[in-house]
């Protein structure tokens, strides 16, 4: 049963009627009695002698139950102790406050936004909006000091401003300093504001100006209504980039409500040492990664390490060689391991060992232990040996020294084997144990799968010269040739009977003579010819075919003499074979279409193809004596493994600089990000930067060819066009480096 109250919403608390009493003790006790009720309610006297409930405090603190004994948790202290980090909800509040702050708003505006000096009088703001670098730009070289007193019965100001300008040739640059005091009925302000501002005429290459500037606002104000306020700000802005900090401390004018923050606004921030010769840098923040960095030891006061504040860790590994076996005994169990080394050494004897630990962010203190050593690349030069024993066991393992070589093995025995291993510079080898490698007499094999009959003999292949089957008894010739059999008369053939002969062979399948088939397991070695006619298999599958023959022609595929549906080899011709295909021959990745290949160089009848410049024509292969790889038409070089497309002056005739200007062409070519489409044969699901055959057939035609119905783009035909405008870049950045030089002489 708990003994906390339950919450039960807002008190409604009775009115407290009037009691027109005659006895004075007890009017005095009411009145009494009513004005400690208004002090403590805030109607009456000074608001901070006002109660406040439990609810109010909670409210205040964010929904944490900060006492005790009024709450739901029936918690009897504060809801967050060491060791528990600021929940999302206490940053959001944070960062909420901050952005509802005025200094906050005042440093987000940037240095000519107008608005930034509404709350100054009308005739201060009006100084302030007037670009200095303009008035400079106006005036040229000058000093000019004005003076502002206004004194009537509503308003009071006395205002300085003091202008310092220069300004020649667009270029700019003014100093404004103004000090003002400002005071009507029910509001009290001083302001000190001073501007700097730099400005250069066709700073950027659209001719529009640069400018840098820096303003520094002391600002105070006392007001009835808002409060009072006291606010220091600095900003500084050059051209897109903007950085600022302030202070601000005010309180509401109902004394409830203090403010007091100091906002930095810069993409990073870092606090450094004041040693010029090794200054540290102890904190910084990068507010573009939202990173803070902490460059040293970090003291906290109060519970909780700062492992547990900051649990964040990383995997650390260590590196070692070492010529024998390695345990966690060779394992320190300390931050930096000795011997261990945080890179894998290049050089050096013995195998690779690594290690890895976890550890802590923070402090790149161990969180845990580092692991066993794990060998990384086995033995660094080390060697193997074996050795060999016979005995007649088969289960117990011989001893001693053993013969370098396999051994014989007789009836009766098994052949045993065991490893050594010589790692150096050790000279020793560590031998495993004897494991036997051979097994013992198998069991009898399955019986002949051609059928027989029992007490009959087995079938015979008989081999004879024949002129023709015709001629040709095939039972009397295995009578012949076998003899006659103990209980077999007159002598029949079997099933499994064959003839060779000279048209071919013949087998018994227990009825007829039929044609024998060949089945081999393994390989076949012909000395002669094989013709394919008496080739008859699903799938002819070879690593290689050799045509050692001037003569004949290999068919894959069906079709016609004019054109095989696959693949048609003919070595017909004495001095040359050729290839034929109707479809691709794949070769180490090259695809050769609708081509022949000659023997000692390629001819290939080929479609243009603008990326190597090829037309129609008889194309061969040469591979020259410096490793060139030369591809040419008839006798004339066309492309070059080494050197690319030819170049030659002596090929080319009406040679002239070219028109064409570089910059205007690559500014009109558009490089894009792209995938290939769902099925292409190109895509592979990555992000891809190119060019649009079609774009840039616009621009440059010669670049851009069809080929099998696909827009193809030869991107050699655009690296002149990059070099030109490569070329007028630099003489542009020439020229003006010259003007640059002109102006520092006449300045």
Same mark, same amino acid.
């Not at 702050?101 to 100054?120: A, C, E, G, I, V």
């Given at each position: 049963?708990?003994?906390?109250?339950?919450?039960?919403?807002?008190?409604?608390?009775?009115?407290?009627?009037?009691?027109?009493?005659?006895?004075?003790?007890?009017?005095?006790?009411?009145?009494?009695?009513?004005?400690?009720?208004?002090?403590?309610?805030?109607?009456?006297?000074?608001?901070?002698?006002?109660?406040?409930?439990?609810?109010?405090?909670?409210?205040?603190?964010?929904?944490?139950?900060?006492?005790?004994?009024?709450?739901?948790?029936?918690?009897?202290?504060?809801?967050?102790?060491?060791?528990?980090?600021?929940?999302?909800?206490?940053?959001?509040?944070?960062?909420?406050?901050?952005?509802?702050?005025?200094?906050?708003?005042?440093?987000?505006?940037?240095?000519?936004?107008?608005?930034?000096?509404?709350?100054?009088?009308?005739?201060?703001?009006?100084?302030?909006?007037?670009?200095?670098?303009?008035?400079?730009?106006?005036?040229?070289?000058?000093?000019?000091?004005?003076?502002?007193?206004?004194?009537?019965?509503?308003?009071?100001?006395?205002?300085?401003?003091?202008?310092?300008?220069?300004?020649?040739?667009?270029?700019?640059?003014?100093?404004?300093?103004?000090?003002? +005091?400002?005071?009507?009925?029910?509001?009290?302000?001083?302001?000190?504001?001073?501007?700097?501002?730099?400005?250069?005429?066709?700073?950027?290459?659209?001719?529009?100006?640069?400018?840098?500037?820096?303003?520094?606002?002391?600002?105070?104000?006392?007001?009835?209504?808002?409060?009072?306020?006291?606010?220091?700000?600095?900003?500084?802005?050059?051209?897109?980039?903007?950085?600022?900090?302030?202070?601000?401390?005010?309180?509401?004018?109902?004394?409830?409500?203090?403010?007091?923050?100091?906002?930095?606004?810069?993409?990073?921030?870092?606090?450094?040492?004041?040693?010029?010769?090794?200054?540290?840098?102890?904190?910084?923040?990068?507010?573009?990664?939202?990173?803070?960095?902490?460059?040293?030891?970090?003291?906290?006061?109060?519970?909780? !390490?700062?492992?547990?504040?900051?649990?964040?860790?990383?995997?650390?590994?260590?590196?070692?060689?070492?010529?024998?076996?390695?345990? *966690?005994?060779?394992?320190?169990?300390?931050?930096?391991?000795?011997?261990?080394?945080? !890179?894998?050494?290049?050089?050096?004897?013995?195998?690779?060992?690594?290690?890895?630990?976890?550890?802590?962010?923070?402090?790149?203190?161990?969180?845990?232990?580092?692991?066993?050593?794990?060998?990384?690349?086995?033995?660094?030069?080390?060697?193997?040996?074996?050795?060999?024993?016979?005995?007649?066991?088969?289960?117990?393992?011989?001893?001693?020294?053993?013969?370098?070589?396999?051994?014989?093995?007789?009836?009766?025995?098994?052949?045993?084997?065991?490893?050594?291993?010589?790692?150096?510079?050790?000279?020793?080898?560590?031998?495993?144990?004897?494991?036997?490698?051979?097994?013992?007499?198998?069991?009898?094999?399955?019986?002949?799968?051609?059928?027989?009959?029992?007490?009959?003999? +087995?079938?015979?292949?008989?081999?004879?010269?024949?002129?023709?089957?015709?001629?040709?008894?095939?039972?009397?010739?295995?009578?012949?040739?076998?003899?006659?059999?103990?209980?077999?008369?007159?002598?029949?053939?079997?099933?499994?009977?064959?003839?060779?002969?000279?048209?071919?062979?013949?087998?018994?399948?227990?009825?007829?003579?039929?044609?024998?088939?060949?089945?081999?397991?393994?390989?076949?070695?012909?000395?002669?010819?094989?013709? +394919?006619?008496?080739?008859?298999?699903?799938?002819?599958?070879?690593?290689?075919?050799?045509?050692?023959?001037?003569?004949?022609?290999?068919?894959?595929?069906?079709?016609?003499?004019?054109?095989?549906?696959?693949?048609?080899?003919?070595?017909?011709?004495?001095?040359?074979?050729?290839?034929?295909?109707?479809?691709?021959?794949?070769?180490?990745?090259?695809?050769?279409?609708?081509?022949?290949?000659?023997?000692?160089?390629?001819?290939?009848?080929?479609?243009?193809?603008?990326?190597?410049?090829?037309?129609?024509?008889?194309?061969?292969?040469?591979?020259?004596?410096?490793?060139?790889?030369?591809?040419?038409?008839?006798?004339?070089?066309?492309?070059?493994?080494?050197?690319?497309?030819?170049?030659?002056?002596?090929?080319?005739?009406?040679?002239?600089?070219?028109?064409?200007?570089?910059?205007?062409?690559?500014?009109?070519?558009?490089?894009?990000?792209?995938?290939?489409?769902?099925?292409? *044969?190109?895509?592979?699901?990555?992000?891809?930067?190119?060019?649009?055959?079609?774009?840039?057939?616009?621009?440059?035609?010669? !670049?851009?060819?069809?080929?099998?119905?696909?827009?193809?783009?030869?991107?050699?035909?655009?690296?002149?066009?990059?070099?030109?405008?490569?070329?007028?870049?630099?003489?542009?950045?020439?020229?003006?480096?010259?003007?640059?030089?002109?102006?520092?002489?006449?300045?």
């Amino acid at each position: 049963m708990s003994n906390t109250a339950r919450d039960t919403g807002f008190a409604k608390m009775p009115s407290i009627p009037r009691v027109n009493v005659s006895d004075p003790a007890l009017s005095q006790w009411m009145r009494s009695v009513t004005e400690w009720i208004e002090l403590r309610s805030g109607s009456l006297g000074n608001r901070e002698e006002r109660a406040v409930t439990l609810r109010e405090l909670k409210d205040l603190a964010g929904g944490n139950n900060f006492f005790g004994g009024g709450g739901s948790s029936g918690s009897s202290g504060p809801s967050s102790g060491a060791g528990s980090g600021p929940s999302s909800t206490d940053v959001n509040r944070f960062i909420e406050s901050i952005k509802a702050s005025r200094l906050y708003k005042d440093l987000l505006k940037r240095l000519d936004d107008p608005t930034r000096f509404d709350h100054l009088a009308a005739e201060i703001r009006a100084v302030l909006l007037k670009d200095i670098a303009a008035e400079a730009a106006a005036r040229g070289a000058a000093i000019q000091r004005m003076e502002t007193i206004i004194q009537n019965e509503t308003r009071s100001l006395a205002m300085t401003v003091e202008e310092v300008t220069a300004s020649v040739d667009g270029s700019s640059s003014g100093v404004r300093e103004l000090s003002a +005091a400002f005071s009507e009925s029910n509001h009290a302000s001083a302001v000190h504001i001073t501007q700097l501002k730099a400005s250069l005429g066709n700073y950027y290459p659209d001719g529009s100006a640069g400018s840098a500037t820096l303003e520094e606002v002391l600002d105070v104000s006392a007001d009835k209504i808002k409060g009072l306020r006291s606010q220091y700000m600095l900003k500084v802005e050059a051209g897109g980039a903007i950085s600022g900090f302030g202070l601000i401390a005010s309180e509401s004018a109902d004394q409830l409500t203090n403010e007091s923050k100091f906002v930095v606004m810069a993409d990073q921030f870092a606090i450094v040492g004041s040693d010029p010769k090794n200054p540290a840098f102890p904190f910084g923040v990068d507010a573009n990664t939202g990173q803070t960095f902490i460059n040293g030891s970090m003291i906290i006061q109060g519970a909780g !390490a700062i492992e547990d504040l900051l649990p964040a860790t990383y995997r650390d590994y260590r590196y070692r060689r070492s010529t024998s076996i390695l345990t *966690t005994s060779d394992v320190s169990q300390v931050n930096d391991p000795p011997g261990w080394l945080d !890179a894998p050494p290049v050089y050096g004897a013995g195998s690779l060992f690594m290690i890895t630990a976890q550890k802590m962010v923070q402090s790149d203190n161990l969180k845990g232990s580092w692991s066993a050593p794990v060998m990384m690349n086995g033995y660094s030069g080390a060697s193997t040996k074996f050795q060999y024993l016979v005995n007649t066991s088969s289960t117990v393992a011989p001893t001693g020294e053993g013969s370098a070589t396999p051994l014989s093995v007789p009836s009766g025995s098994f052949l045993w084997m065991r490893t050594g291993v010589t790692v150096p510079p050790s000279t020793e080898t560590t031998w495993s144990g004897y494991v036997r490698v051979s097994g013992e007499k198998g069991d009898k094999g399955d019986a002949s799968k051609v059928p027989g009959v029992a007490g009959v003999r +087995a079938p015979v292949v008989i081999k004879r010269q024949y002129s023709a089957w015709e001629s040709l008894n095939p039972t009397v010739e295995v009578a012949a040739m076998v003899g006659s059999v103990p209980g077999s008369s007159p002598l029949t053939p079997v099933h499994g009977d064959i003839i060779w002969h000279y048209g071919g062979a013949k087998e018994f399948n227990g009825t007829s003579w039929v044609n024998a088939a060949a089945y081999i397991v393994g390989s076949m070695i012909v000395d002669g010819t094989v013709a +394919a006619s008496a080739i008859s298999a699903g799938t002819l599958n070879a690593d290689a075919v050799t045509l050692n023959s001037n003569s004949g022609t290999v068919k894959f595929g069906t079709g016609s003499s004019s054109g095989y549906t696959v693949l048609e080899v003919d070595a017909n011709s004495p001095s040359s074979w050729s290839i034929s295909a109707d479809g691709a021959v794949y070769a180490d990745g090259v695809i050769l279409r609708d081509g022949d290949v000659s023997a000692g160089s390629m001819s290939i009848k080929l479609v243009p193809v603008k990326t190597w410049g090829l037309t129609k024509g008889s194309y061969h292969v040469d591979l020259q004596s410096d490793g060139n790889l030369v591809l040419y038409n008839g006798s004339t070089a066309t492309w070059s493994a080494l050197y690319g497309l030819v170049s030659d002056r002596r090929r080319k005739t009406e040679i002239h600089p070219t028109a064409s200007t570089g910059l205007d062409v690559v500014k009109q070519l558009e490089v894009v990000d792209f995938r290939w489409v769902a099925g292409d *044969t190109l895509e592979d699901g990555a992000i891809h930067t190119g060019f649009i055959s079609q774009d840039v057939q616009k621009v440059v035609p010669s !670049a851009v060819g069809m080929a099998g119905g696909t827009l193809m783009l030869d991107k050699t035909e655009l690296i002149p066009y990059a070099i030109k405008a490569i070329q007028e870049l630099s003489d542009e950045v020439l020229s003006l480096r010259s003007l640059v030089n002109e102006l520092r002489k006449t300045h």
